[in-house]
Each structure stands twice: as structure tokens, then as C-alpha cells.
């Protein structure tokens, strides 16, 4: 199937690191990936940018071949919302539009909060005070079971998320059985990433408790030919995909996917 045959969006996941490096990234972008037409940015507390203000770093630094602006998306990590204090973040989520509200990257999350707040209590919050900003949800198919996750994202769009940002895949018949469980017309965003050493998939073992398929190999042409397959699979079904390049060069990842 052409990958140019139906309208869904596709964004690449851009690290925080500086202003400079926002701006550098969002403009080889630009240069390499027609179709790319959103940015989204995690929020991690080892940068001193935080995601809202990289994704108005990232509409400033570089337009689209059409000549409009990259749509944003900037992560919001509930373990940091203070449930007395006002929103650090609204203007500039008014200013993106939407926004991703994910738990924090801890493995044991509620061990690790920094307030008593989840994912849940922050969507319905955001939705009670920008009503006009759309809001996703996390899905995460490795850190328990599909029953439990789904019962977690039934509370997600309970309290108003409008759609899901998904953990990486590395298996489409993965994604296959997942895709048969999710509620039909909700917005799907099938996350795709590049894990190109040992030590990374050690790493997503024991943090994310991935359990890799046996055809997996960790080379950039199987990497690449990965992220091929789930922006098929996404388009196919009409819904989105993003890209996420983790310690690879974005051209060598990215060049010539889409």
C-alpha cells in the first residue's frame, strides 16, 4: 500500500535538549520528511526545557513544504502537576492545541510521584479548564495485562482524553491484537522507535518489560523497515503514527521512510 494514499498524520518524537538543538532537529525535519506534519516532545526532568516550551520552539523554528506551521504535541507528566497550584502550562497548551498526558517515566509510578495525582485525575483536570485542547492518553502494552490496561484506559477517555500515544511496537501482530480490543473511532497514534544495540534492549526489558519478537534484529535496515510497517499499519486503519529516534542520527533512521 502507498504511503501517500490515505491523510494520517505522522509525527516525530523530538528530545528536549536545548533550544538549539529543538530548532536544529524540527529543521532536518523539515529538509527530510514531507510528510511529516507534527512534532511531539516527552518532557524529561534531566533537561532544563521543558516539553511546552520546546514545542513553541519547534512551530517557530521551521515550516512544512506547504509553508505551514509544525502541529505540536508536548507530554505532561501528571507526577508533576501540583493539584493546588494553577497549570504551569495552559497558555502554551492553548497555543499547541493538544497535549499528551502520560504518568512520569518512572517504573514504579505511584512510589515515585511527586504528587497524589494519576494520569486520569490530570486529563479530567485539563479538560475542565481548556476545554478547547485535545487531549491524549498513554497506552502501554508491556507493564501489565491487556485486561488491566484497557480498564486503565477506560478511565482515560472517562475523564475525557480524546485519544491514545502508545509505547513503542516492535511486533506488528502486536499491535495486530491490540488494534481488535481498542474502542472503534478513538484516535490512535502507533509509536515506532529505533533500538540499535544490546544494551537498549536490555534496557527495554528491564524498564518497560518488553519482550522482543524473535525476529528482531537490531540493525538500521530492519530498524528502518519497522518503522515502514507500522506507518503502513497505522495508515491502513486510518489512523496516525510517530517516529521516535533514540541515539540514531535522525537521516540515518528517518531518511527515505516516508
Do not use: C
Not at 89 to 97: L, S, Y
Amino acid at each position: 500500500m502507498s504511503l501517500t494514499s490515505t491523510p494520517s498524520r505522522i509525527s516525530v518524537e523530538l528530545v528536549p535538549r536545548s533550544v538549539e538543538s529543538v530548532r536544529a532537529e524540527t529543521a532536518q525535519v523539515a529538509e527530510l520528511l514531507a510528510g511529516v506534519d507534527t512534532i511531539n516532545i516527552p518532557d524529561l526532568l534531566k533537561f532544563e526545557l521543558r516539553s511546552w516550551q520546546a514545542t513553541d520552539v519547534a512551530r517557530e523554528a521551521a515550516t512544512r513544504g506547504d509553508g505551514t506551521a509544525y502541529r505540536t504535541v508536548p507530554h505532561l507528566r501528571a507526577a508533576d502537576v501540583d493539584p493546588e497550584a494553577p497549570l504551569p502550562m495552559a497558555d502554551a497548551a492553548r497555543r499547541a492545541g493538544e497535549v499528551l498526558v502520560v504518568s512520569g517515566d518512572d517504573a514504579d509510578y505511584f512510589a515515585s510521584s511527586t504528587y497524589p495525582v494519576d494520569a486520569v485525575d490530570v486529563i479530567r483536570r485539563i479538560r475542565a479548564e481548556l476545554p478547547e485542547v485535545t487531549v491524549y492518553a498513554g497506552l502501554d502494552p508491556y507493564r501489565q495485562a491487556m485486561t488491566a490496561e484497557m480498564r486503565y484506559l477506560d478511565r482515560k477517555l472517562a475523564a475525557g482524553a480524546s485519544g491514545i500515544f502508545t509505547q513503542p511496537f516492535f511486533d506488528t501482530h502486536l499491535m495486530s491484537a491490540w488494534a481488535s480490543v481498542l474502542p472503534a473511532g478513538m484516535q490512535v497514534w502507533w509509536g515506532a522507535t529505533s533500538v540499535t544495540t544490546t544494551g537498549a534492549m536490555g534496557y527495554w526489558r528491564r524498564r518497560n518489560r518488553v519482550v522482543f519478537p524473535s525476529s528482531f534484529d537490531a540493525s538500521m535496515p530492519w530498524q528502518r523497515d519497522l518503522a515502514r510497517r507500522i506507518v503502513d499499519f497505522a495508515r491502513e486503519r486510518g489512523d496516525n503514527a510517530y517516529l521516535m529516534p533514540v541515539r540514531a542520527p535522525l537521516p540515518d533512521y528517518l531518511g527515505g521512510i516516508l
